[in-house]
């Protein structure tokens, strides 16, 4: 963690619905604040393959906040997550469909389908802190309770991670249902293998999703986040935008 990248360029993939992607003019507020470009932004449903491939060279970080909508009439979802997977540009995901990127849930045994992609794990405020060795969360202590919204709470994901190398860096705090492999921030770094065989050439992080305001099935930037919260998030940013040496 020696250099970094400008990440001049940062497309951040909105929800389909332009009253829920206005949630997202906050994360560009909260971007451009902390020194970065202001970003372009694409909705979710015009989103395949194709378009994710030409992001190399276009692009020095993807932000994804929502796969909502209909694909492409010619592509599939795991044709645009194989794409996602093999795309040579950092991404920070922050929608619970996209995290096909990290584990295939089809492969994995987690009592139901209902567990797929990722599981609520409620309405709820706090983290804790699992790993303090990482740039993201470093300066806190293993176990400390952050709390990541303001009242009023919104719906947390959690991810199961299968045969993907990655690491969990914090877990949903008060949900009491899951074990420590489940996590609300996770990162994947250059050179780990993911489910599928694909090896990272950029890094990967996932943060909380969370369900709130206009259109509740999309995971967004709002006003609730505390500073813990939008330090995390930073340092997210600004990891994924670091050049490995």
Not at 38 to 64: C, H, K, N, Q
Not at 71 to 76: E, I, Q, R
Not at 133 to 159: C, W
Not at 195 to 200: E, P, R
Request: proline fraction near 6%; charged fraction near 20%.
């Amino acid at each position: 963690l020696t250099r970094q990248a400008n990440a001049a360029n940062i497309i951040i993939i909105d929800p389909t619905s332009p009253e829920t992607a206005a949630n997202n003019n906050g994360l560009v507020e909260f971007l451009t604040v902390h020194g970065r470009p202001t970003p372009s932004r694409a909705p979710a449903d015009t989103v395949g393959p194709s378009e994710i491939a030409a992001y190399e060279g276009a692009f020095d970080l993807v932000i994804i906040t929502s796969f909502s909508g209909q694909f492409p009439t010619d592509v599939t979802a795991d044709d645009r997550n194989a794409a996602w997977r093999a795309l040579d540009v950092p991404i920070l995901i922050f929608d619970v469909q996209p995290t096909r990127i990290l584990h295939d849930e089809r492969d994995l045994d987690m009592g139901g389908a209902s567990d797929g992609t990722g599981t609520s794990a409620g309405k709820l405020t706090q983290l804790q802190i699992k790993n303090n060795t990482h740039y993201i969360t470093e300066g806190y202590s293993v176990d400390e309770i952050i709390t990541h919204h303001n009242p009023t709470p919104y719906t947390t994901i959690a991810l199961k991670l299968g045969t993907t190398e990655a690491t969990v860096l914090a877990e949903p705090q008060g949900s009491g249902s899951h074990d420590y492999d489940w996590g609300t921030i996770i990162v994947s770094d250059i050179g780990q293998q993911l489910f599928d065989g694909t090896v990272n050439t950029k890094r990967r992080c996932f943060m909380w999703p969370h369900f709130g305001g206009p259109g509740a099935g999309d995971a967004t930037y709002n006003d609730n986040f505390t500073a813990d919260a939008k330090r995390l998030i930073q340092r997210a940013v600004n990891w994924l935008s670091l050049i490995h040496i």
